[in-house]
């Protein structure tokens, strides 16, 4: 391959990229306006036609605010990539005076900051406007604009750990070497391991106040859970996520000793204590099932193929034809990573995303099986439906491709079963 196809190829993936992603966003609010009054006959006791209408109303918002977000990132990411503006970057870094490794930190981190205030104020557009408009907002500007930096920084030093292992290992040596290959994988999935091991210990405290839950009949019951199923956690935490908003939400996170389960407090005060419970048990059925580890071993063959296309793209020359560069290391490595992060995954989007839904109904019915009864799972996504103001009617392409999650409704009717 010439740098010349390699552009076209590039640039032809984007494109059938940009289409697919608006064309299924342009579906799904069509899809959403024709079914905007059908209330689904489980849905009936809990939503309102006014409820339906906000609902509807949100999610319309939220379409069209995620579809301009998408294409301004893209287009500026294309024109960044493929105008004489890449080169130009590129070299202003290497006329620095210093060791390419801290030349190649200050690449990224000087593209890393830049992405993250160009989005700044779509983030503040979507906090203070649309998901204040619709009560979800509770983020001062001040708490706001703290989380901001904190991600930035964690962010930052996260993937400049990672990106040292890279520049260390491949030095400027552009040579396609096997055993590059197996030392970079093996280096990363150990701080993948380590990253995922330190999340609830030292990362989600940077952004949450963790604290024990204050119920003790929920306490004592949820105890009881845990040792019916046999599952070990490093411990069950209240976040404070009302500071921020009013989205509940329950969580798995860590491996190993780490694993924690993470409730929000807008959880803990809006569900009734059989709904805690049987989300809890959806997330020790996560636990149970060895998901987290599933995800984690496809994150680790993810990341094989990741570096064996990254050390065959550093040593050839069409990717520095194509953006008329010379052979720089860390300039390639961004234009790999786009290639095969941002472009190459959304096409594989699809089967993991229903490779996740099929974990989550695992998880359901272990709740299920757990509690002997699917009846609380079900009341609590009926609430969950109501107050987080999900979608209710996606258009199933949309769903298939992006969801992680079935639909609510979906697994209220799989409960039946
Ligand atoms: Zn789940």
């Known amino acids: 391959m010439n740098g010349v196809q ?4 590039f640039l032809l993936l984007f494109t059938i990229k940009i289409f697919i992603k608006l064309g299924l966003d342009l579906m799904n609010y069509c899809y ?6 059908i209330i689904p006959a489980e849905l009936a006791t809990v939503i309102a036609t006014e409820q339906m209408h906000r609902i509807n109303s949100y999610n319309i918002a939220k379409i069209i605010f995620h579809s301009g977000r998408f294409l301004f990132s893209s287009l500026l990411l294309l024109f960044f990539l493929f105008s004489p503006l890449y080169s130009i970057y590129t070299n202003w870094f290497v006329s620095f005076p210093m060791p390419y490794l801290f030349q190649g930190l200050l690449f990224f981190f000087t593209i890393h900051i830049t992405t993250w205030i160009l989005d700044l104020p779509f983030d503040y557009f979507f906090h203070f406007r649309i998901e204040a408009r619709y009560g979800f907002n509770k983020y001062t500007r001040k708490l706001w604009l703290g989380d901001q930096l904190k991600s930035i920084f964690v962010g930052s030093l996260v993937s400049a750990v990672i990106l040292s292992l890279f520049f260390l290992l491949w030095g400027e040596n552009f040579i396609f070497n096997w055993s590059y290959v197996f030392i970079g994988w093996l280096a990363t999935v150990l701080l993948v391991v380590l990253l995922m091991y330190v999340v609830p210990i030292l990362m989600l405290p940077i952004f949450y106040q963790l604290k024990a839950l204050v119920n003790e009949t929920l306490t004592a019951n949820i105890s009881e859970l845990f040792s019916r199923s046999g599952l070990k956690v490093r411990g069950i935490f209240s976040a404070d ?8 939400n329950a969580l798995i996170t860590g491996i190993g000793r780490s694993k924690t389960i993470i409730l929000f407090d807008t959880l803990l005060e809006h569900y009734s204590d059989e709904e805690i419970l049987a989300m809890t048990a959806h997330e020790i059925g996560h636990g149970k099932k060895g998901h987290l580890f599933k995800l ?3 994150t680790i063959i993810e990341l094989f193929l990741f570096i064996l296309f990254v050390s065959y793209f550093l040593a050839a020359d069409f990717p520095y034809q194509a953006m008329g560069i010379t052979k720089i290391l860390y ?16 096409f594989v ?8 839904r ?3 109904y695992e998880a359901d019915d272990y709740s299920k099986q757990l509690l002997g009864s699917g009846a609380p799972l079900q009341s609590s996504f009926q609430k969950l439906i109501r107050n987080e103001m999900d979608n209710i009617n996606p258009h199933p392409w949309y769903e298939a491709y992006y969801y992680s999650h079935p639909t609510l409704l979906k697994r209220i009717q799989a409960l039946n079963h």
Not at 32 to 37: D, I, W
Not at 241 to 248: I, L
């Open 349 to 356: 989007q699809p089967l993991f995303s229903s490779y996740s």
């Open 241 to 248: 996520e009302s500071k921020k908003s009013t989205h509940a």
């Open 6 to 9: 390699f552009k076209t190829f």
């Open 296 to 298: 984690m071993s496809l």
């Open 358 to 360: 099929t974990l989550e």
């Open 32 to 37: 959403l306006k024709k079914h905007a009054a």
């Open 331 to 346: 300039s390639g490595l961004f234009a790999a990573y786009i290639f095969f992060f941002d472009l190459l995954t959304f």
